[in-house]
């Protein structure tokens, strides 16, 4: 019922968070368990963007293969990547999960995507159209997301 993300565990002079994040698999249980009974309760609960960021990350782990190793970071100074993933050839993806369409990215993601030597950068929220930001970070729907040739 619950997954455990261990952090990321490369190479840094920064002070690390080491404790695991813990997410609930199915976001319909979490929100039986809550009392969220329709769509528009999940709208005004503060467990909305939880729940979206669990269902992300819980999509994209599912259809990686064996070859992809995934962890989270975060620094004691509030640098910060959702989710991590470490594939064949040095690749290395950071994609963070924000529930809002427009989302706002904070300074401390640019700050681990380069302690992290991201090779590939990600926002992934529920947006209209994909596009690009500078630094190379590309905005984009989960669907798109899953499209995308590292799981194939």
């Known amino acids: 019922m619950l997954r455990q993300i261990q952090p990321w565990s490369g190479n840094t002079k920064k002070r690390l968070v080491k404790a695991p994040k813990i997410y609930f698999r199915d976001c319909g249980l979490l929100h039986q368990f809550l009392n969220i009974s329709d769509f528009e309760s999940l709208l005004g609960h503060p467990i909305i963007g939880a729940s979206w960021e ?8 599912n259809n990686l293969s064996n070859k992809w190793k995934y962890s989270y970071y975060r620094t004691n100074a509030q640098s910060e990547i959702d989710l991590v993933l470490e594939g064949p050839k040095k690749t290395v993806y950071a994609i963070e999960i924000k529930r809002s369409s427009t989302p706002k990215i904070a300074k401390g993601f640019y700050t681990a995507i380069d302690d992290i030597k991201a090779t590939h950068k990600y926002i992934i929220c529920p947006t209209i ?10 905005i984009t729907q989960l669907s798109d997301f899953l499209s995308n040739q590292i799981f194939t």
């Open 54 to 61: 669990g269902f992300v990350i819980e999509n994209i782990i």
């Open 129 to 138: 159209e994909n596009y690009m930001l500078k630094n190379d970070i590309q």
